[in-house]
C-alpha cells in the first residue's frame, strides 16, 4: 500500500503531529469558505446615495491632512531661511570693536545705536556695509552679503535712509562771491 505525503513526512520526522493536524483543519476551512462562497446570495450593491457620503469624508480628511502638510512644510522651510541667514551672518561679520564713537541709525520708528570705529562709519557712509539684525542685537555686515540674506528675508536687514544730495543753487551759480566781502 502506498501512503500518502503526510504519512510519509511525519514517519520520516521532518513534521510533527500537530503540524499534520494544523494543516488539515486549514484545508477544511478553506473547503468550508468555498462551499460558504457558493451558496451564499449574492449582495446587491449598495445605493449610490450611500457612497458618497464615505468619500466625502475620505476627501475631507485628505485635505485636512494635505492642509497639516503643508503648514509643516512651510515651517521647515521658514527654520531653514533662518538658519541659512544666521550662518551668513555669523561667517561675514565684522568683529565687534570698542568702537570710538556710536553710530545711530533708525530701526523702524526708533534710533538705535551700535559702537563702531573711524573705517567702518566710512564704509557705513559709502554703503559698503550694511547693518542686519542678528540674535535681538545688531551687526555689520559687506552689502554683497546683505544683498543675499535680504533675499531670504527682508527683514532681517536694516534699510539705511541716505539723505539726497542737494545740488548747489544753479540760480547763483554764475556770481562770484568776492574774496574781501565782510558782513
Known amino acids: ?77 521658514k527654520k531653514a531661511l533662518a538658519a541659512q541667514i544666521k550662518q551668513l551672518i555669523e561667517q561675514n561679520r565684522l568683529p565687534q570693536s570698542d568702537g570710538d564713537e556710536p553710530y545711530n541709525f533708525l530701526d523702524g520708528n526708533k534710533i538705535r545705536r551700535i559702537a563702531v570705529g573711524a573705517a567702518a562709519r566710512g564704509r557705513l557712509a559709502r554703503g559698503e556695509l550694511t547693518i542686519v539684525r542678528h540674535d535681538g542685537g545688531y551687526d555689520l555686515v559687506p552689502a554683497a552679503i546683505a544683498a543675499r540674506i535680504r533675499e531670504r528675508d527682508e527683514h532681517a536687514v536694516v534699510p539705511l535712509i541716505v539723505a539726497p544730495e542737494t545740488p548747489p543753487d544753479d540760480a547763483y551759480q554764475k556770481f562770484a562771491v568776492p574774496d574781501d566781502l565782510i558782513w
Not at 22 to 43: F, G, L, S, T, V
Not at 55 to 62: C, G
Open 1 to 77: 500500500m502506498s501512503m500518502s505525503l503526510r504519512d510519509q513526512l511525519l514517519q520520516a520526522g521532518l513534521v510533527s503531529q500537530k503540524q499534520v493536524k494544523d494543516a488539515e483543519r486549514q484545508e477544511q476551512r478553506q473547503k468550508q469558505q468555498a462551499q460558504h462562497a457558493k451558496h451564499a446570495p449574492k449582495h446587491k450593491r449598495p445605493p449610490v446615495a450611500e457612497q458618497p457620503p464615505a468619500r466625502s469624508v475620505d476627501a475631507a480628511k485628505v485635505a485636512r491632512d494635505q492642509a497639516l502638510n503643508r503648514r509643516q512644510q512651510e515651517k521647515a522651510q
